[in-house]
């Protein structure tokens, strides 16, 4: 276990893996970068024969799919061991349809950074919000998805833990 957490906060490492991931590779998501601090991450949903639906275009659950594990994987590798990131709620809206390949941009924002972790420094949950645009090729938002997050402090971390033991 200690050597996935090693390997895990090293974000070629979870691009490589992420674009070997069956769910991802299969569906034609590819991770296209990862910024070195986990604050930002570009992926590219490829329109392919096995990924349209019966009206020759992207298929809903690709779709959806491209937004699935990228916020918490970003706050896992921003936050570190210490915490639990999990997704609890998300919501698609269809805008238009997905004629070509699709992109969406994910961004970690300080002030939400420092928002989640005055929420949990006490071990109290937070559930921050994303707004993800899946954009066509030609930056056009064919869809828009909600993601909600649960974070919270592993007990071991938590300051009233901390403090007690002290």
Not at 35 to 46: C, I, P, Y
Not at 144 to 154: A, C, D, G
């Amino acid at each position: 276990m200690k050597l996935w957490m090693n390997i895990a906060d090293k974000p070629k490492v979870v691009k490589f893996a992420l674009n070997l991931w069956p769910p991802f590779w299969g569906s034609g998501i590819k991770i296209l970068s990862i910024s070195e601090d986990f604050r930002q991450v570009q992926v590219k949903l490829k329109l392919r024969w096995w990924n349209k639906n019966a009206n020759r275009t992207q298929y809903g659950g690709s779709i959806f799919s491209l937004t699935d594990p990228v916020y918490s994987l970003m706050l896992m590798g921003i936050l570190g061991k210490e915490y639990y990131v999990w997704d609890k709620e998300a919501s698609i809206n269809f805008i238009k349809p997905g004629q070509s390949d699709l992109y969406a941009d994910f961004i970690v924002p300080q002030d939400l950074l420092e928002d989640v972790l005055c929420q949990t420094a006490n071990g109290d949950k937070c559930f921050p919000e994303f707004i993800i645009h899946i954009k066509d090729k030609d930056g056009i938002i064919v869809s828009e998805v909600q993601r909600t997050l649960y974070v919270r402090k592993k007990p071991q971390y938590r300051e009233s833990v901390q403090e007690q033991a002290a």
